[in-house]
């Protein structure tokens, strides 16, 4: 009875699992992959954001310049009106 030699591109190879050559690998990299993602999102939530203070603070300028303007029309429509009585 002739044994099978079990070759991979020319090397032996003995029947292992995956598991336990690359167990350490796997557990250390699954944990890396988890820790950085959980930092990246809590640097995404930061409170204390300044460009979406920044983004906020144009928009609650824009809306205090749409009331500013349309004061103004009525402003110029009042004086208009007394010009035109006058």
Do not use: C, H
Not at 26 to 53: H, M, Q, R
């Amino acid at each position: 009875m002739v044994a099978i030699q079990r070759t991979f591109l020319g090397m032996r190879v003995w029947p292992t699992s995956m598991l336990k050559p690359y167990f350490p690998f796997i557990i250390s990299g699954t944990t890396a992959y988890f820790l950085f993602n959980w930092v990246a999102v809590k640097l995404k939530d930061d409170p204390t954001d300044k460009w979406t203070e920044i983004v906020n603070i144009v928009r609650d300028a824009s809306e205090k310049q749409k009331v500013k303007n349309e004061a103004a029309d009525w402003y110029a429509a009042q004086i208009a009106k007394k010009e035109g009585k006058q």
